[in-house]
């Protein structure tokens, strides 16, 4: 399993009339935590993008445990579970500064031939970066 932590701290404009985290701005954060994960694997987003290689989401879902507040400072666990084929799961788990479970999610993407704009396999390169975790 491949395991990355990003850190975010919420900022005003995130936040609802509460002072929560408005949902929406879930997937904005493991949009974050996603792309970051893969660099830090020394695998960047737009170079496969570049490569003519697109990643959409799939599929969403996200459970909300507690509310994330105006300034907490937020740690976005990745975890890739499983070795990518034409589809990448990916898992999240964010966390408050005491370690309070807030939310957990997952995101399947597809990779996509951005010219046939058909489903294509996971780029070789990523899945070498990945075989040592998987």
Known sequence: MYIHEERIRV?????????????????????IGRVESLRSLGFSYKKLED???????????????QP??????LTVKVLIK???????????EICNEEGTLLNTG????????KH???????????VQKLRPYL
């Open 11 to 31: 900022c005003y404009a995130d936040t609802d009339q509460m002072g929560y985290v408005y949902y929406g701005n879930y997937a904005r954060y493991y949009e």
């Open 51 to 65: 490569s003519g290689v697109m990643l959409p989401v799939y599929e969403h879902s996200s459970r909300y445990h």
């Open 68 to 73: 994330a507040k105006y300034d907490d400072l």
């Open 82 to 92: 499983t070795m990518p084929t034409v589809r990448m799961l990916f898992s999240y």
């Open 106 to 113: 997952e995101t399947t993407l597809v990779f996509i031939d």
């Open 116 to 126: 046939s704009n058909k489903i294509t396999k996971a780029p070789a390169d990523l």
